[in-house]
């Protein structure tokens, strides 16, 4: 006689695949949420409360807050970018459509909180254009192919695509980059020109929290 779980029971090999999916899943979500977490934890003050260190620093913590702010966001902008890559490869256009729809999304909201409000670069206003325009070329040319069965089309996307992502990645690092520079560049003028000990030991205190975010900030402060 069969046994009672024989039909329901998953072969070993397929349960294995299962077994390694969910493994990868978490090994990816382990290393998400430590990004996350250390962005959160590096966001608050070390050693006084946010409020004092409001008032005695200056302004200090306003370009610190805004500068986590901008890492945070980044960093959401840049995995959805990370996900096209790889589901463009494997053919799943639906999920690259809303991924890119999610991804333009994300970029439109970091630009305008970013930007409202301040006075903003003609370099980065450019890399605002630019970024705009290519995330809306993705999203267009993603939900075309969800809707084509053409597979010359489609072939020929995937190549656009991976080409657009490839300069749309590229862009927003610099963009990235530029932002960071004038959110760091601000701390060191309170360092350099203030004559209130206080603000500069806010300002002090904010710039050694940051060069544990990387080499990256490391080499955007040194410069």
């Known amino acids: 006689m069969a ?59 306003p370009a610190r807050s805004n500068l986590q702010t901008l890492l945070r966001r980044a960093l959401v902008v ?20 809303s991924t890119a729809t999610r991804a333009e999304s994300h970029l439109r909201s970091l630009l305008q909180q970013y930007t409202t409000g301040r006075g903003v670069s003609p370099e ?36 656009s695509i991976h080409q657009i992502l490839t300069d749309l990645s590229q862009d927003f690092s610099a963009m990235i980059d530029l932002a960071l520079a004038n959110e760091i560049r601000v701390l060191v003028e309170q360092v350099e020109c203030s004559s209130q000990p206080e603000t500069v030991d806010g300002a002090i205190s904010s710039l050694l929290s940051l060069t544990q975010d990387g080499p990256q900030l490391c080499s955007i402060i040194a410069q």
């Open 78 to 97: 840049s995995t959805e970018l990370g996900r096209m890559f790889s589901r463009v490869e494997k053919g799943r256009w639906q999920r690259t459509h």
């Open 3 to 61: 046994s009672p779980h024989s039909s329901t029971c998953s072969s070993p090999s397929s349960f294995r695949l299962q077994s390694d999916s969910v493994q990868r899943w978490l090994d990816d979500l382990r290393h998400m949420t430590e990004v996350e977490c250390m962005c959160v934890l590096q966001a608050k003050p070390l050693g006084v409360d946010e409020e004092e260190l409001l008032v005695s620093s200056g302004g200090a913590w």
């Open 124 to 159: 980065l206003l450019q890399y605002e254009k630019i970024l705009l325009e290519k995330s809306q070329e993705l999203t267009s040319i993603t939900e075309r192919c969800v809707q084509s069965e053409d597979q010359s089309f489609l072939k020929s996307s995937r190549e």
